[in-house]
């Protein structure tokens, strides 16, 4: 990032980098709160705790706030590749923490890791395994990682287990044969997407961390819009607002406007969280399929189509505006194309 765009704004960092960095947290929308409750299971030491959210909900940030704000006594340890077999996840914690298992075999390697739990807790120290991606993560594998929670003494379990993943995680473990991981989960959190009305709070949070102290940076218009198109999904505001700057800055404007913010979203090409299809999506199909029927039945006057105006996107299609066009356009040039076809072929035959 270009100090004279920094100085332009009179930020001294990037306020909307998409790498999650502890001091840009906002703990708005019961993240805080979630923040405490982790930290508070965690220290319990029993049982599993499950972190779930889209896609850029802010998983990741609330696993290294957490790693952050660990007591002393407990280690963190990460387990950040969740492909592994369920032999790797065992050589993968003992590199964690810190054993050379070179050439061993896996069940030598539990066996060490059990030692070092052991010896770990002799010393008063707790070990939590963060686990991120868990919906990555073969059943095989999340089996080997519920089986590390038998690790116990008489009285302690010795290893704490938190999984953070995206909403598949779910459908993974209500799966039959992933009744025992289910049952050993003590806390499920879901990672909410940002309300619209907390996404200037958002904004001026991020600001400030990156030593912003004007006032209002971004208009209503195009906070509006930001937390329209992102769906409150906080990597896509991050994404949306960081280029609304560049635009601004591109003008020499001091600040962000409806217009940058169209020009942001034009940019981006977000998908839908899998397995929720927008319903204005389906609509639009639904009504591109009524507008084909049109089109059929209209088709004599088709020498004339040409010099019709662009099809306006359906009213109920607001505050979609520029991607829904778009996708509405395409749609309907698509069935035209098609109609067209049809016409062509039935009068060759
Ligand atoms: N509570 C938060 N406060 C500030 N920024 C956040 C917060 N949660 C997420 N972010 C930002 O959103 C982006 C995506 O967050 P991340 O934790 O990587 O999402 P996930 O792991 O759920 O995909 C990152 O840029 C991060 O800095
Ligand atoms: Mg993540």
Request: one cysteine or more; proline letters at 6%.
């Given at each position: 990032m ?6 332009h ?6 306020p ?7 001091a ?18 965690v220290?319990q ?16 940030m ?7 704000r ?7 340890i ?18 964690e ?8 075999r ?31 993560m073969?059943?095989?594998t999340?089996?080997?990682v519920r089986?590390?929670t038998n690790?116990e003494?008489?009285?302690h379990k010795?290893?704490?287990i938190?999984?953070f ?16 991981l ?12 940002l ?5 200037p ?13 004007g ?21 896509r ?14 003008e ?21 969280p899998?397995?929720r299809r927008p319903?204005w ?10 507008a084909?029927l049109?089109?059929?039945?209209a ?33 309907c ?9 049809q ?7």
């Amino acid at each position: 990032m270009s100090t004279v765009y920094l100085q332009h704004f009179g930020l001294q960092r990037a306020p909307f980098s998409i790498t999650p960095n502890p001091a840009f947290f906002y703990g708005g929308h019961s993240r805080a709160d979630m923040l405490d409750a982790m930290l508070y299971a965690v220290t319990q030491g029993e049982g599993i705790i499950k972190v779930t959210g889209e896609v850029g909900s802010g998983k990741t940030m609330l696993c290294r706030m957490l790693a952050g704000r660990l007591p002393p006594r407990i280690d963190a340890i990460y387990l950040v590749n969740p492909r592994l077999d369920p032999d790797g996840v065992l050589f993968a914690i003992a590199a964690e923490l810190g054993l050379d298992a070179a050439g061993r075999r896996a069940d030598e390697v539990l066996r060490l890791l059990n030692g070092e739990l052991i010896a770990r807790h002799a010393r008063g120290r707790q070990v939590v395994l963060l686990v991120e991606e868990a919906q990555a993560m073969p059943l095989d594998t999340l089996e080997a990682v519920r089986l590390l929670t038998n690790l116990e003494t008489s009285s302690h379990k010795l290893l704490q287990i938190v999984l953070f993943g995206q909403p598949e995680l779910d459908e993974h473990l209500a799966l039959p044969a992933m009744r025992q991981l289910s049952e050993r989960i003590t806390h499920s959190f879901f990672v909410p997407p940002l309300p619209r009305e907390l996404v200037p709070a958002f904004l001026l949070c991020r600001l400030r961390a990156a030593g912003y102290t004007g006032g209002a940076l971004f208009s209503n218009a195009a906070v509006r819009r930001i937390a329209r198109a992102s769906g409150g999904i906080i990597r896509r505001i991050n994404i949306i607002a960081d280029k609304a700057m560049m635009a601004a800055f591109a003008e020499d404007a001091v600040a962000v406007r409806d217009r940058h913010v169209r020009l942001a979203v034009a940019e981006c090409r977000f998908a839908a969280p899998a397995g929720r299809r927008p319903a204005w999506l389906a609509a639009s199909v639904a009504a591109a399929g009524a507008a084909a029927l049109l089109l059929w039945l209209a088709w004599p006057l088709r020498a004339h189509a040409d010099s019709l105006p662009p099809i306006p996107a359906p009213a109920w299609a607001n505050g979609h505006d520029a991607q829904t066009q778009l996708m509405f356009d395409a749609i309907c040039k698509m069935i035209i194309a098609f109609t067209a076809n049809q016409h062509h072929s039935a009068h060759n035959e």
